[in-house]
């Protein structure tokens, strides 16, 4: 992808809620920011073993990553520094993507007040763990665009929508 996009590409990472983690999965459920913290390292430990040729030895507690098959070795490419974007809206997450990521996704119902003053401060603290500064740090953001052949049937959706949520 990085090749294709000739340097643009963007890794974006996220998680997925309990309930589908329980009942859609079938799997426990644990808080995703320790798991995403160290998945995020994981995959940085991965490209370095393959833009520099490094020995593939990272140890977590919940990944442990030791074997690099040559067949799926991409090696060195043009443009190695590949941002990761976190999905993020509580503050677990988001102090998470402060400390490992590049940037963070907010979701598209998150408003301007509560990315201003609950998600950015968490982003903050995150990164004062890593001792990390922001100033390339991207806060990215897909707007919702609801749409429909007419304004009844629009308002309609919308409503439907403000219920189930």
Same mark, same amino acid.
């Given at each position: 992808?990085?090749?294709?996009?000739?340097?643009?590409?963007?890794?974006?990472?996220?998680?997925?809620?309990?309930?589908?983690?329980?009942?859609?999965?079938?799997?426990?459920?644990?808080?995703?920011?320790?798991?995403? &913290? +160290?998945?995020?390292?994981?995959?940085?430990?991965?490209?370095?073993?393959?833009?520099?040729?490094?020995?593939? $030895? *990272? #140890?977590?507690?919940?990944?442990?990553?030791?074997?690099?098959?040559?067949?799926?070795?991409?090696?060195?490419?043009?443009?190695?520094?590949?941002?990761?974007?976190?999905?993020?809206?509580?503050?677990?997450?988001?102090?998470?993507?402060?400390?490992?990521?590049?940037?963070?996704?907010?979701?598209?119902?998150?408003?301007?007040?509560?990315? &201003? +003053?609950?998600?950015?401060?968490?982003?903050?603290?995150?990164?004062?763990?890593?001792?990390?500064?922001?100033? $390339? *740090? #991207?806060?990215?953001?897909?707007?919702?665009?609801?749409?429909?052949?007419?304004?009844?049937?629009?308002?309609?959706?919308?409503?439907?929508?403000?219920?189930?949520?």
């Amino acid at each position: 992808m990085q090749k294709l996009s000739r340097g643009r590409f963007t890794l974006g990472l996220s998680t997925q809620v309990r309930v589908h983690i329980l009942r859609r999965y079938g799997i426990p459920w644990h808080p995703a920011a320790a798991w995403m &913290r +160290e998945y995020v390292q994981a995959v940085r430990a991965v490209w370095d073993c393959w833009l520099n040729g490094t020995r593939l $030895d *990272f #140890r977590g507690e919940h990944y442990n990553l030791d074997v690099m098959v040559p067949l799926f070795n991409a090696g060195p490419i043009d443009h190695p520094d590949i941002p990761i974007h976190l999905a993020a809206v509580n503050t677990g997450l988001c102090s998470v993507a402060g400390e490992v990521a590049d940037g963070v996704r907010p979701y598209p119902v998150c408003t301007p007040f509560y990315i &201003r +003053e609950v998600m950015l401060p968490a982003v903050r603290r995150g990164a004062a763990k890593s001792d990390r500064q922001l100033d $390339d *740090f #991207r806060v990215c953001m897909k707007p919702l665009i609801a749409s429909a052949p007419d304004e009844e049937i629009l308002e309609t959706k919308v409503q439907g929508l403000l219920l189930h949520r």
